[in-house]
């Protein structure tokens, strides 16, 4: 597998239920960062969070890092409808946190009303 | 709030045609980079620039790639001889870089479509 893979791929909830997705990583990184996209629009940044970092918390959204298991998760609290979109996460390995980012294959999620 | 913009939205061009799409990085950002995504896949890293020059590219970045920073705004992708297998969604992207301030912030994309 590859450096960034989410999963579920596809994760449908009901409107008002928490929302779970795990990024995987293989290499020793600087920063994870979670970016939001609508459905072929652009690339939100929603959170980034550093390799000494191990919880962070925007409004409804809290991300975990685990660098031992190389692993993240976004957990989207009390879900919308407008959270219909596709997640991805993407990693930087760099020592200052400004080359290129990796990307994983993202996670469809999906509102029910 | 600053954003990154990228012009045109959706460009369809000949095979065998160049393509010049466009971004403007946020006025403060000192590292900027092309991505791109293929239709239903990963966004994929094309490109890094730094103080004038690449800094990062990837196997994807051949020949047939360029990038500009022509004035102190501006920040082109240039393909100069487009195939069918080069339409898909490229992303300018630019990041501040100095200290904590390294998130990457992305444009809306150019939907590129060669037929």
């Known amino acids: 597998s590859q450096q960034g893979e989410e999963d579920p791929q596809a994760l449908s909830i009901q409107e008002g239920e928490n929302a779970t997705m795990n990024c995987s990583y293989k290499t020793s990184i600087n920063n994870l960062q979670w970016y939001r996209q609508n459905s072929g629009r652009g690339l939100v940044h929603l959170i980034l969070?550093?390799?000494?970092?191990r919880e962070k918390h925007s409004g409804r959204l809290r991300v975990t890092l685990d660098t031992s298991k190389k692993s993240s998760s976004l957990l989207i609290t009390a879900s919308r409808a407008a959270d219909t979109a596709s997640y991805f996460c993407?990693?930087?390995?760099?020592?200052?946190?400004?080359?290129?980012?990796?990307f994983g294959t993202g996670t469809r999620l999906t509102i029910i009303p | 709030e600053p954003e990154v913009t990228q012009t045109p939205s959706h460009q369809v061009t000949q095979m065998g045609q160049e393509v010049i799409l466009r971004c403007v990085p946020i006025s403060n950002h000192l590292y900027f980079y092309w991505y791109r995504q293929i239709l239903g896949q990963k966004v994929e890293f094309l490109v890094s620039f730094y103080n004038n020059e690449i800094s990062e590219k990837s196997e994807i970045f051949d020949d047939q790639f360029s990038v500009e920073r022509p004035d102190g705004s501006n920040f082109t992708l240039k393909i100069r001889s487009t195939k069918l297998e080069d339409s898909a969604m490229y992303f300018c992207?630019?990041?501040f870089g100095v200290g904590l301030n390294t998130e990457a912030f992305f444009g809306q994309g150019t939907r590129l479509t060669v037929v």
């Open positions: 969070i550093r390799s000494n970092e």
């Open positions: 992207a630019s990041i």
């Open positions: 993407a990693t930087d390995r760099s020592n200052f946190g400004n080359e290129k980012l990796t």
